[in-house]
């Protein structure tokens, strides 16, 4: 190598800037904790949103029933809200005063085939019950007479059982006494006490289970007491509907034309076979007193409804009841009597699309089915009334409709104000998916993040340095 290019080559490296190794290198070290900070600063808020979006669906203390606010019937109901709370979810509901189902928008989920809807004892908080296909309320959907509990078909073809699910605590108790194998169970009645369940049974007659029967039964709800109380084919009517005296001491139900009437410990009392058009009134079907049965009848060619009673020992008919007719219906289901001795009644209007006709003889089973109704209504039938008295409203498309027999036999009834906007899932989701895409974007764009955050100090550093020179 010759001098002169020693010469060029030294004067090329002295010229070139000198890397501020050490200094880049703390820079780099500065950014990287600045990054690890960051990251955990943000997951921590993503923990502190969640946790506290999630806490009042898990963690809030049972709900008590308020002091001084007694359950009461409102005069109509109304849709639920978008993302109103389950059930289940906290805060929880308490005592219901209403459980009502249908086809509405809203009583559809995206992965459920209907839901029920519950309406608080004492005000207006709503709440819903995923159920995986069409379960009508009051039919095979059913509130406890404290209103505390609802009784629901569960489970599958292959394990299917029956879903107590207590309102005031959250808990489900699942029930799966009855005959082997059985490949539908579904609630039909509760005792006044709470204590027991007349339940529905489909059991196989062989083991290949090329041939079916049905069973009705009675199971207490800690599921160690089962006990048979008819048994026979498949028919349209079989067990519905079941009504218990207010003592218990007794039990209705109709299968196929005849009406049974038993002891809860399965003994037959007697067997009253009713006449063309005439059913078994509802749960409700027992006077208050226990003394007489009551059974709804249409009149010929019409669709004019009325009450007669009948003795539960003898079949005799005792002739209409002193109450207005209802016209105009698919049916009417009692739902039991007021201290004022009127019968409360669901109304079953008919569908604009209905294919059957009502005026002509049609088995109970088709005149309540969701593709023959249009809507429902409670009304009051009021001893020497001209008409009945309609107490309960709901939206059309709302098929089925139950009440608390606490809540019928007080007679206290409420001007209803329904929830409106949306409810609390609908805002559990949405925070939720705010957060998490913030999480995301502050993930994505940590690099950038901590490189300004690291500029904006030594930027501040200078500042500081060159007012302090």
Not at 48 to 56: E, Y
Not at 337 to 362: I, K, M, N, T
Not at 398 to 417: F, K, N, Y
Request: proline fraction near 8%.
């Amino acid at each position: 190598m010759t001098a002169r290019l020693r010469e060029a080559l030294q004067a090329v490296a002295d010229d070139a800037p000198a890397y501020p190794v050490y200094e880049r290198a703390l820079a780099t070290a500065r950014r990287s904790r600045h990054r690890h900070r960051l990251a955990a600063t943000a997951a921590a808020v993503a923990l502190v949103a969640l946790t506290t979006m999630t806490l009042p669906l898990v963690r809030t203390p049972a709900l008590e029933p308020a002091a001084g606010s007694p359950a009461a019937l409102p005069d109509r109901v109304a849709l639920p809200p978008i993302g109103t709370l389950h059930v289940t979810d906290r805060p929880l509901l308490g005592p219901a005063a209403v459980l009502f189902s249908g086809v509405a928008g809203r009583l559809k989920g995206w992965n459920d085939a209907n839901r029920v809807g519950v309406v608080g004892a004492d005000s207006d908080r709503y709440r819903i019950m995923p159920m995986g296909y069409e379960a009508p309320a009051g039919e095979v959907v059913l509130l406890s007479p404290d209103g505390r509990y609802v009784a629901r078909p569960a489970g599958s073809h292959e394990r299917p059982r029956v879903d107590i699910v207590d309102l005031a605590t959250g808990r489900t108790r699942q029930l799966n006494g009855g005959p082997a194998a059985s490949t539908s169970i579904e609630p039909a009645a509760w005792s006044p006490d709470g204590r027991q369940l007349v339940v529905r049974y489909i059991a196989p007659t062989d083991p290949p289970r090329a041939g079916h029967r049905a069973v009705l039964g009675v199971v207490t709800l800690d599921g160690e007491r089962w006990t048979r109380l008819a048994e026979g084919g498949l028919q349209a009517i079989f067990g519905s509907p079941v009504a218990f005296t207010a003592a218990g001491d007794r039990i209705a139900f109709q299968v196929g034309r005849s009406v049974t009437v038993s002891k809860p410990d399965g003994t037959a009392l007697s067997s009253l076979l009713l006449p063309a058009d005439s059913w078994l009134a509802g749960k409700g079907a027992w006077s208050a007193d226990g003394r007489w049965l009551t059974v709804t009848t249409r009149r010929a060619d019409n669709t004019d409804w009325s009450l007669r009673r009948l003795d539960p020992a003898t079949g005799r008919d005792a002739g209409p009841l002193d109450l207005p007719t209802v016209s105009g219906t698919t049916a009417i289901r009692l739902l039991g009597w007021g201290p004022d001795g009127s019968a409360l009644v669901v109304a079953y209007e008919p569908g604009p699309v209905a294919q059957d006709r009502f005026d002509q003889p049609l088995e109970m089973d088709q005149r309540t089915a969701y593709g023959n109704v249009g809507g429902v209504q409670v009304l009051a039938l009021m001893p020497g009334a001209t008409g009945p008295r309609t107490v309960l409203t709901a939206p059309a498309e709302v098929l089925a409709v139950d009440v608390a027999d606490e809540v019928i036999r007080s007679g206290r009834t409420r001007q209803a104000s329904p929830p409106g906007g949306v409810g609390g899932r609908f805002w559990f989701w949405t925070t939720l998916t705010v957060v998490v895409w913030a999480g995301i974007a502050v993930y994505r764009c940590r690099e950038n993040l901590a490189l300004w955050l690291d500029d904006r100090r030594v930027r501040r550093a200078r500042a500081t340095a060159e007012r302090s020179g």
